[in-house]
């Protein structure tokens, strides 16, 4: 028997993540349906999709951001619904069940759409830590859908930056607000 070398036993081995190893993000068969559209020999339609879906929740954050800021509650219900929809389509379960809390918020009803909330701040302030969960769910999906289209994906002192400014921007709107 030949001798082995422990470090090399110890290594796992790495291949593109699949998507049986995030059922609590995504919904496997609908985004399967999404590759589907695919060239045998590519993934470069569904990789299109995907990360215009990106580009797309990244704005719509942001439009999300300033609806709060205006208290525009009927825009902010519009928006979820349109990431609603557009999550949906991907499988993206947990960033849908978000986007359809701030729907819900942003018509002046609880959580579930059933009870109507006449308080517009107690909306807003429900509409603002809903949004803040969806982005943490977000960017759990972004980094797995970017790894699954095989880029690699380190977490950069500009990235990092770039979030403890986000933070700070967001902490000054909270109190303007009160």
Not at 3 to 14: H, I, N, Q, R, V
Not at 30 to 47: A, C, G, N, P, V
Not at 141 to 156: A, P, Q, S, T
């Amino acid at each position: 028997m030949a001798p082995t070398d422990p470090k090399k036993a110890e290594e796992p081995k790495t291949g593109p993540p699949k998507l049986s190893d995030v059922k609590e993000l995504i919904d496997e068969s609908t985004f399967e349906q999404i590759l589907e559209m695919d060239d045998d020999d590519d993934r470069d339609f569904s990789k299109g999709i995907v990360y215009g879906f990106f580009d797309q929740a990244h704005a719509t954050f942001e439009k999300i951001e300033k609806a709060i800021a205006d208290k525009q509650l009927e825009e902010l219900s519009q928006l979820g619904h349109f990431l609603k929809g557009s999550s949906a389509t991907l499988g993206l379960t947990n960033v849908k069940d978000g986007c359809e809390k701030i729907q819900h918020f942003g018509a002046g009803k609880d959580e579930a759409g059933t009870t109507d909330e006449p308080d517009e701040n107690v909306s807003l302030k429900n509409i603002d830590n809903t949004l803040q969960e969806v982005k943490v769910e977000f960017v759990k999906v972004e980094r797995f859908l970017r790894r699954f289209y095989g880029e690699e994906l380190k977490d950069e002192p500009e990235v990092k930056e770039e979030r403890r400014r986000k933070r700070k921007k967001r902490k000054k709107r909270k109190k303007r607000r009160k």
